[in-house]
T-cell receptor, first 112, second 114 residues
Framework: GESVGLHLPTLSVQEGDNSIINCAYS??????FIWYKQESGKGPQFIID?????DKRQGQRVTVLLNKTVKHLSLQIAATQPGDSAVYFC???????????FGTGTSLTVIP | DGGITQSPKYLFRKEGQNVTLSCEQNLNHDAMYWYRQDPGQGLRLIYY???????QKGDIAEGYSVSREKKESFPLTVTSAQKNPTAFYLC?????????????FGSGTRLTVV
């Protein structure tokens, strides 16, 4: 999984398999989380969000799980497709204002 | 369509020059941000602005300057004092209320020192 300051983690999956991308966050006061997808040479795009009063949230082919006990967030992508190849970031909104704090990201490569 | 536009997409700077990166949004967002992205690292906050004519330094503001004269615009100047400016620069905007709806990002400007 990703963590601030480490080399960018990578994940390779076969097309059609499920992908799980992990993120550890640092601040127990964080109460809103977002997963972003960034394709090469482009800006990050919103994928899915979750608030701290939830453990799980589902979107189209994506699910985010939040474990507040261990401060862990995961993104599950079902039936991964080549178009899912990108860098995925988690972002946490801490109780200090309007800012989000980003992890280093995980690079996902889908093998056809 | 509403969105956030960064220009130029690619920018080359000579040693000792100042350059300005443009960021314009038509989303009617109050807050705007500048991030720097280096390979293998997360996004690092340079400057942010919650309202017109007001802005605050982020984690790596040294060597950069900004202005917020209009709600729609938040240009970033990379000055000659920034010793390692080669990076991918991202502008973002959001609604207030602690950014509850997340950021909308521009497509980025890649700055290279030549």
């Amino acid at each position: 999984g990703e963590s601030v300051g480490l080399h960018l983690p990578t994940l390779s999956v076969q097309e059609g398999d499920n992908s799980i991308i992990n993120c550890a966050y640092s601040n127990s006061a964080s109460d809103y989380f977002i997963w972003y997808k960034q394709e090469s040479g482009k800006g990050p795009q919103f994928i899915i969000d979750i608030r701290s009063n939830m453990d799980k949230r589902q979107g189209q082919r994506v699910t985010v799980l939040l474990n507040k006990t261990v401060k862990h967030l995961s993104l599950q992508i079902a039936a991964t497709q080549p178009g899912d190849s990108a860098v995925y970031f988690c972002a946490e909104n801490r109780d200090t204002g309007n800012q989000f704090y980003f992890g280093t990201g995980t690079s996902l490569t889908v093998i056809p | 369509d509403g969105g956030i536009t960064q220009s130029p997409k690619y920018l080359f700077r000579k040693e000792g020059q100042n350059v300005t990166l443009s960021c314009e949004q038509n989303l009617n967002h109050d807050a705007m941000y500048w991030y720097r992205q280096d390979p293998g690292q997360g996004l690092r906050l340079i400057y942010y602005s919650q309202i017109v004519n007001d802005f605050q330094k982020g984690d790596i503001a040294e060597g950069y300057s900004v202005s917020r004269e209009k709600k729609e615009s938040f240009p970033l100047t990379v000055t000659s004092a920034q010793k390692n400016p080669t990076a991918f620069y991202l502008c973002a905007s959001s609604l207030p209320d602690r950014g509850r709806y997340g950021y909308t990002f521009g497509s980025g400007t890649r700055l290279t020192v030549v």
